[in-house]
């Protein structure tokens, strides 16, 4: 999906299963996509889980709404979600939506947005299932917005003397969530074959987007890498034109792969 920075977007959060400490990843994440109109966060906030956000709402003007929960065992916060994002929806105020959350039971919501025209963006952890992620028109996962921690800080001593620098230690963003294998070469390799012109090659701009509703999580971030090119120069079985548009030195980037018969 293109980010579209104009998008108006409701941001709902499921406070009880996606963790705060990367907060402000995800809404700049976010903004890559578009304008945060609404920002609302759900949680029995009587219950000292979910006192790690309390702090966290007021930096980033996240609006808390309290949903008591009436039976031992169910979140409750589920079912206000949904009736806000009705609500959202039939007041025409947006363009889509952003689900933070891990919990699948936001599938059907993410494909009634969708059968009313709106984007749907995805975030939230690893352990998602497959049945929400694919709902989303986009899904994101958290482990690759957490702040990389290979720079190094600063740590304070005395008033005569300056500042000791301490190496970070290793993080899980470091570590690639998924690893580059045939079953990506596949991916990458079949829809070259579904735009290619005569001669092979496929615009990459369409090809990202083609292999986005394919696979709603594909990130070139899930495998280590910044952007989607690095990822595919570092396969090795593809080719890449960079072709000149004479607009400003802007080159549009087309691929295909190696060994066509």
């Not at 899980?172 to 070259?192: C, E, H, Q, T, Y």
């Amino acid at each position: 999906m293109d980010a579209i920075t104009d998008l108006r977007l409701a941001v709902l959060i499921d406070a009880d299963n996606v963790p705060y400490a990367n907060i402000k990843e995800m809404l700049e994440e976010i903004t890559k996509y578009g304008t945060p109109t609404f920002k609302r966060i759900y949680a029995d906030w009587t219950k000292p889980t979910v006192s790690g956000w309390k702090k966290v709402l007021l930096e980033n003007a996240i609006t808390p709404v309290q949903q008591y929960s009436y039976t031992s065992g169910k979140n409750s916060s589920d079912s206000a979600m949904i009736i806000d994002a009705m609500d959202i929806l039939y007041s025409g105020k947006v363009d889509g939506f952003c689900i933070v959350s891990s919990d699948s039971d936001f599938t059907r919501l993410a494909i009634r947005l969708r059968e009313a025209g709106m984007k749907v963006i995805g975030i939230g952890e690893k352990k998602t299932l497959k049945p929400f992620i694919t709902a989303c028109d986009k899904f994101i996962y958290i482990e690759i917005l957490a702040s990389e921690q290979d720079e190094e800080e600063e740590e304070p001593r005395s008033e005569n003397l300056p500042p000791r620098p301490v190496k970070k230690r290793e993080t899980k963003a470091n570590v690639p969530l998924s690893k580059v294998d045939m079953g990506l070469f596949r991916l990458l390799n079949d829809s070259i074959a579904d735009l290619a012109d005569e001669n092979g090659w496929a615009f990459l701009g369409d090809l990202g987007n083609l292999i986005l509703k394919k696979k709603p999580d594909f990130d070139a971030r899930n495998y280590g890498y910044s952007k989607m090119l690095p990822l595919i120069k570092s396969m090795n079985k593809f080719e890449i034109d960079a072709r000149e548009t004479g607009k400003n030195n802007i080159k549009h980037v087309y691929v295909r792969a190696k060994n066509r018969r």
